[in-house]
């Protein structure tokens, strides 16, 4: 099979999931009369560009409110990038926290599904959802709480004490703004949850675009003492990037 063969193996297959929804190796590989070996090689290919997530037996089009952030735009290159990057730092058989509300960190779903045996504790329903997809079946939790329409996610005192009966390796959480001085700020006036989510996990993992610098956001989420890794993009500054690990913090530049 040619190399050009296959995009255009691979465009028919978008073509089909943008008709139905979901496909199945086993009809896919009939149809274009290959190997269910190449077709999962096709669809491990889309899901890597962030076109479709893979699930047992096959791949469904990924959620539209996960591939766009609030002003309708796609998921950035340097998004895509960032998700890359911090999906290195998840071992096989982690137990990870995915915080609500950011594109960010749903850009890294595609990212897990070639990690084994994840345990995956989130408050919000659509990254839940977009969990059960997977073809590798992570075990979900989730911190059940007050739905909060603003966040995308439960919130409050229920959730804050399921949360406190587990303990997990890894915390990953966007941000709506970088403080140097401070840490990670938020619009959102509540943030006890996530503060929790750090609590119980042994390293905080911040995703945020290199452009979240300088922002003039109130609201302190996590103070730089809290978070172990910041993975952004190289757009950032050199001398913001040193003042950043000067606070004790490891950054990860991905290049877009």
């Known amino acids: 099979m040619t190399k050009r063969n296959t995009q255009q193996r691979r465009r028919a297959i978008i073509d089909l999931l943008n008709e139905s929804g979901e ?13 269910e070996v190449t077709i999962r090689k096709d669809l491990a290919a889309l899901e890597s560009n ?3 997530l893979r699930r047992y037996g096959g791949a469904v089009l990924m ?25 290195q730092l ?9 915080d609500s509300g950011s594109s960010t960190t749903a850009a890294l779903l595609p990212e897990l599904s070639g990690k084994q045996g994840l345990v995956v504790m989130t408050n919000s329903l659509s990254i839940a959802n977009a969990l ?6 992570p075990t979900i939790l989730m911190t059940g ?13 229920l959730a804050e004490q399921i949360l406190r009966s587990y303990n997990f390796d890894q915390f990953f959480i966007g941000a709506d703004g970088l403080d140097l001085e ?17 609590e119980v996990a042994r390293e905080v993992i911040v995703m945020a675009e290199s452009d979240k610098l300088g922002r003039k956001i ?16 190289d757009g950032i500054a050199e001398q913001d990037k040193k003042k950043i690990e000067q606070q004790g913090v490891q950054v990860i530049c991905a290049s877009a």
Do not use: C
């Open 23 to 35: 496909v199945s190796v086993e009809t896919l590989a009939e149809q274009f009369a290959t190997s």
């Open 50 to 52: 962030g076109l479709l």
């Open 63 to 87: 959620p539209q409110e996960l591939i766009n952030d609030p002003s309708g735009e796609k998921v950035s290159l340097r998004k895509q990038a960032i998700a890359k990057a911090a999906a």
């Open 90 to 98: 998840i071992r096989d058989h982690n137990r990870i926290i995915l």
């Open 132 to 137: 059960r997809e997977l073809e590798n079946e």
């Open 145 to 157: 709480g007050t739905w909060d329409p603003k966040s995308e996610g439960f919130q409050g005192q």
């Open 182 to 198: 401070r840490g990670t700020t938020t619009f959102n006036e509540l943030y006890s949850l996530s503060r929790v989510m750090a």
């Open 218 to 233: 109130h609201n302190l989420e996590l103070p730089w003492s809290a978070i172990k890794v910041l993975v952004t993009d």
